[in-house]
Every structure is written in structure tokens, then in C-alpha cells.
């Protein structure tokens, strides 16, 4: 009788590790889990269910997978928070606290990389990046000019 006691106890004890474990509802058991985002399960503050809606809205393919969503949300939420560190620092440059389009515009063009990526976007009220052309420079006042005199 010794053996069986043993043995049904150690089913109880699997039955209750199960149940804590989330595996399956008893009909008693309480409050619900409280739902968790994919975005937060996947540590990012970019919508993971709303990106998998558009890809799948999208007819981009038949069937989208699980990840892909997700992937997609961490690039471009990189991408964002790349964009907005270097909008920031040029914010500050300008000594603002604020970042407008012009600062996004600079940010964007001065960074090879962003530049050849957003080569042919056009940023509203971003303005041109600053350039004078040589030429155009005043001539400077030090040794340059007397070379050519020196020659004739």
C-alpha cells in the first residue's frame, strides 16, 4: 500500500506544477493572465500587431510569419531612434530645444549612410543643406596669392 501512496502523490504534485506552469484553465481558477503585448515581449515600443496587420492587409505575400513583424519593427524602430539622436544633436548645434524639419533634414544629409537610404525623400519645410561654392569664397589675404605672381 506504501508504494501506491507514493506514486499518487507524486501525480498530484505533477498536476499542480502543471497548473501553476499556465498550462491549460481549470474551471476554478480565478483571475485570467493578464495579456502582454508582442511589442513588449519583444522588448520594443513599436507596434508588433499593427505592423503584422499592415504586411498581412498589404498582400505583400499569402501568409506572413511570425517573425517577420517583429524584425520589422525592431529595424525601424532603430532607424527612428537613430534619426531622432542625430535631429537632436542638431537641435542642440542650433542651440534648440526643440526639433523641427530643418533639423531632421540636416541630421539626415550630413549622415552618409541615412543620406544614400533617404536619397530621393523630400523632408516638408527641411530647407537645403548649406553650401557656397568656392569660387565664391573671398580670396585669402595670406601666402596663396603671390605663387602665381611669383611663376610670370
Not at 5 to 26: N, P
Not at 66 to 74: F, I, M, N, Q
Not at 133 to 146: I, M, R, V
Request: proline fraction near 4%; aromatic fraction near 4%.
Amino acid at each position: 500500500s506504501r508504494p501506491l501512496c507514493l506514486s499518487l502523490s507524486f501525480l498530484i504534485s505533477l498536476v499542480a506544477a502543471v497548473e501553476m506552469a499556465g498550462r491549460g484553465k481549470t474551471l476554478g481558477s480565478g483571475a485570467a493572465k493578464k495579456a502582454t503585448s508582442r511589442s513588449s515581449k519583444a522588448g520594443l515600443q513599436f507596434p508588433v500587431g499593427r505592423i503584422a496587420r499592415f504586411l498581412k492587409a498589404g498582400k505583400y505575400a499569402e501568409r506572413v510569419g511570425a517573425g517577420a513583424p517583429v524584425y520589422l519593427a525592431a529595424v525601424l524602430e532603430y532607424l527612428a531612434a537613430e534619426v531622432l539622436e542625430l535631429a537632436g544633436n542638431a537641435a542642440r548645434d542650433n542651440k534648440k530645444t526643440r526639433i523641427v524639419p530643418r533639423h531632421i533634414q540636416l541630421a539626415v544629409r550630413n549622415d552618409e549612410e541615412l543620406s544614400k537610404l533617404l536619397g530621393d525623400v523630400t523632408i516638408a519645410n527641411g530647407g537645403v543643406m548649406p553650401n557656397i561654392h568656392n569660387l565664391l569664397l573671398p580670396k585669402k589675404a595670406g601666402g596663396g596669392s603671390k605663387s602665381a605672381a611669383d611663376e610670370s
